[in-house]
């Protein structure tokens, strides 16, 4: 059964660092999010990104974010300078259209990145 | 604006104990869809339901079932005989395709313990 992926697993960087977060998404999949949870918290909205650009940005996402799909399988979140309250579970996601009877969004197992 | 309110922050049973996560939403739009995710201690998101606004069918999948009630804007979901491996973290989604991104809006997560 095909699978997000992403990786790393657990990322360790310093307040200040730029960090990439890298997810592979479904191969027939047109429709790209990220999500962010923070310890203990709900499941967070960050952007989505259909046809190469994004198609809607949550106020979460500033300027420090930038999203890319760099080839026709990757899809990255940048966070520019990284800063202690970015610590956090990041999901990708993934879906084949956006609202139809058989929509469903599929998720990667997430990166936990950790700002120190 | 589109909302979706899981009262119950955390939820104890014993095992085989019945368990009800309640669900409520509020959208605009006629048109929409209802997804519940477990999240289990290691972190991952699994998709258990999609529920499309237009059938209001109540379904059941071996000891889950979903209540789901248009007039009271809820999406209750039932656990029948609760084990140990139950215990989770469980969210309640909405997804409106108006929004033109089939962004997911999360609830804040029940977390169910079940208790041998």
């Known amino acids: 059964e095909p699978e997000v992926t992403q990786t790393p697993s657990h990322q360790v960087t310093q307040m200040g660092q730029e960090v990439i977060l890298r997810c592979v998404p479904i191969s027939n999949h047109l429709y790209f999010y990220w999500y962010r949870q923070i310890l203990g918290q709900k499941v967070e909205f960050l952007v989505s990104f259909y046809n190469n650009e994004i198609s809607e940005k949550s106020e979460i996402f500033d300027d420090q974010f930038s999203v890319e799909r760099p080839d026709g399988s990757n899809f990255t979140l940048k966070i520019r300078s990284t800063k202690l309250e970015d610590s956090a579970m990041y999901f990708c996601?993934?879906?084949?259209?956006?609202?139809?009877?058989?929509?469903?969004?599929?998720f990667g197992p997430g990166t936990r990145l950790t700002v120190t | 604006a589109q909302k979706v309110t899981q009262a119950q922050t955390e939820i104890s049973v014993v095992e085989k104990e019945d368990v009800t996560l309640d669900c409520v939403y509020e959208t605009r739009d006629t048109t929409y869809y209802l997804f519940w995710y477990k999240q289990p201690p290691s972190g991952e998101l699994v998709f258990l339901i999609r529920r499309n606004s237009f059938d209001e069918q109540n379904e059941i999948s071996g000891r889950y079932s979903w209540n789901f009630q248009k007039s009271t804007s809820s999406f209750n979901f039932t656990i029948t005989a609760s084990q140990v491996v139950d215990s989770a973290v469980y969210f309640c989604a909405l997804s409106e395709p108006s929004s033109n991104t089939g962004k997911l809006i999360f609830g804040q997560g029940t977390t169910l313990q079940v208790k041998p």
């Open positions: 996601a993934s879906s084949r259209d956006r609202g139809s009877s058989n929509y469903e969004q599929y």
